[in-house]
């Protein structure tokens, strides 16, 4: 089955600085990549959705200048969040789409940030 | 546009059965089923894109009704591993195509006792 890794997994860091979060389908090449936020016990909230070679499209609310998204090629996808705060602390999510099987998506494990 | 899923929890005993819906108000192109474990990322399940479509196998199956703004995912004879969080992603008129997207409902959290 498709393979979607997520770097790291767990992040701790202080108030005012950045973390990079990445993304990449290790079986497949992905036209698209995404990337959600979720919240303990809730829904999956689509932040951006990026095609590799282009840029972004962030979805209303998502502050560009804050998640930075660069998708360099067809397996890697970055999330960057600068001078993070702790209201940022959350789980991010990546999630692949197949270049070949159009409709599936597939799912990175995610990344546990945590803003002190 | 959201979809509706319902209920928004279910305990079940080992070997009953549990069907969960998922709802929209506009005809949708594709509904996916995730399951969602606690801590973990969401495992993808299934993926129905046609009207009236049935898909699946014995134990987790899912429906498409015909007109496209309504899905079932059934669980049949469930075992304790089915406990989590089952989500539906839908792909809807406005974010098909290049503007494609799924927008998860609010999911139903399954509880399987022994």
């Known amino acids: 089955g498709a393979v979607v890794s997520q770097h790291p997994s767990r992040v701790i860091c202080k108030s005012g600085t950045s973390v990079k979060i990445e993304c990449r389908s290790l079986?497949?090449?992905?036209?698209?990549m995404f990337w959600y936020r979720q919240f303990p016990k809730q829904s999956l909230m689509l932040m951006a959705t990026s095609n590799e070679g282009s840029k972004a499209t962030y979805e209303q609310g998502v502050e560009k200048d804050k998640f930075l998204i660069n998708h360099a090629s067809l397996t890697l996808s970055t999330l960057t969040v600068t001078s993070a705060h702790p209201e940022d602390s959350s789980f991010y999510i990546c999630?692949?789409?197949?270049?070949?099987?159009?409709?599936?998506?597939?799912f990175g494990p995610g990344t546990r940030l945590t803003v002190t | 546009q959201q979809p509706v899923q319902s209920p928004q929890a279910v305990i079940l005993r080992e070997g009953e059965d549990a069907v969960i819906n998922c709802s929209s108000s506009?005809?949708?192109?594709?509904v996916h089923w995730y399951r969602q474990k606690h801590g973990e990322a969401p495992v993808f399940l299934m993926i129905?894109?046609?009207?009236?479509e049935q898909k699946g196998h014995e134990k987790i199956s899912a429906s498409f009704n015909e007109k496209k703004q309504q899905s079932s995912l059934y669980l049949t004879a469930s075992q304790l591993s089915y406990s989590g969080t089952y989500f539906c992603g839908t792909e809807g008129p406005n974010s098909g195509g290049s503007n494609y997207k799924l927008t998860f409902g609010k999911g139903t959290l399954l509880t399987v006792n022994p």
């Open positions: 129905l894109l046609k009207g009236g």
């Open positions: 506009k005809a949708l192109y594709s």
């Open positions: 999630s692949a789409r197949s270049q070949v099987t159009t409709y599936e998506q597939y």
């Open positions: 079986d497949f090449q992905a036209t698209t």
